[in-house]
């Protein structure tokens, strides 16, 4: 029997790891959608005039402190520590809700200056790239409240720790997606 449940845990884990890279195949291609139109502006403005990189460079700080946190809550579910568990997944919630947050801010400033992502290639590209990042973001947080509460009531269970350690793998992964953005979107526009 427990052969059996090994069996079904380890495609499970394989499926997720599936699902991973097919997430990077669509980020691929969003990288590479940007990098292409990222100078068609159509006489509107660059990166160089609508990007804050102190913004950016907050929004990094913000989202690489909740891989550290949520690497935390990974050592605490891992060791059975239910509480400690819960209260860095909160610490990571929070600070994934701020990067959102900012995030959406960043959105509406660019649309009310009238920088919307119909108005250029390159802002259709820049709020497709972002907003899908921004997307999974968002269903992270919800997916680490649903865990959160799953192991409030049922505690550290097998099933528990493989989801909630299926939810650190696609956190970090965030995570590494947003370094790239950050380098391709933000620091790129102040190269070049």
Same mark, same amino acid.
């Given at each position: 029997?427990?052969?059996?449940?090994?069996?079904?845990?380890?495609?499970?884990?394989?499926?997720?790891? @599936?699902?991973?890279?097919?997430?990077? @195949?669509?980020?691929?291609?969003?990288?590479?959608?940007?990098?292409?139109?990222?100078?068609?502006?159509?006489?509107?403005?660059?990166?160089?005039?609508?990007?804050?990189?102190?913004?950016?460079?907050?929004?990094?700080?913000?989202?690489?402190?909740?891989?550290?946190?949520?690497?935390?809550?990974?050592?605490?579910?891992?060791?059975?520590?239910?509480?400690?568990?819960?209260?860095?997944?909160?610490?990571?919630?929070?600070?994934?809700?701020?990067?959102?947050?900012?995030?959406?801010?960043?959105?509406?400033?660019?649309?009310?200056?009238?920088?919307?992502?119909?108005?250029?290639?390159?802002?259709?590209?820049?709020?497709?790239?972002?907003?899908?990042?921004?997307?999974?973001?968002?269903?992270?947080?919800?997916?680490?409240?649903?865990?959160?509460?799953?192991?409030?009531?049922?505690?550290?269970?097998?099933?528990? @720790?493989?989801?909630?350690?299926?939810?650190?793998?696609?956190?970090?992964?965030?995570?590494? @997606?947003?370094?790239?953005?950050?380098?391709?979107?933000?620091?790129?526009?102040?190269?070049?």
């Amino acid at each position: 029997m427990e052969n059996i449940a090994t069996a079904g845990e380890d495609d499970s884990l394989f499926g997720f790891w @599936v699902y991973l890279m097919t997430d990077l @195949v669509i980020f691929a291609v969003l990288f590479a959608t940007f990098t292409v139109l990222r100078n068609n502006t159509f006489g509107g403005p660059s990166g160089r005039e609508l990007f804050s990189l102190p913004s950016a460079v907050t929004e990094t700080l913000l989202l690489l402190t909740s891989s550290f946190t949520c690497g935390l809550a990974a050592v605490a579910f891992r060791r059975g520590v239910r509480t400690r568990a819960i209260i860095w997944f909160a610490v990571t919630f929070a600070l994934g809700a701020a990067f959102l947050a900012r995030e959406l801010g960043e959105f509406s400033g660019l649309a009310a200056a009238g920088a919307g992502w119909q108005r250029s290639a390159f802002l259709s590209s820049f709020f497709a790239l972002v907003g899908a990042h921004g997307l999974h973001i968002a269903v992270g947080l919800l997916w680490m409240a649903v865990v959160m509460v799953q192991i409030w009531f049922r505690g550290l269970s097998a099933a528990v @720790v493989s989801k909630a350690a299926r939810l650190a793998l696609f956190w970090h992964f965030l995570d590494v @997606v947003w370094i790239f953005i950050f380098s391709v979107v933000y620091l790129m526009s102040r190269l070049v």
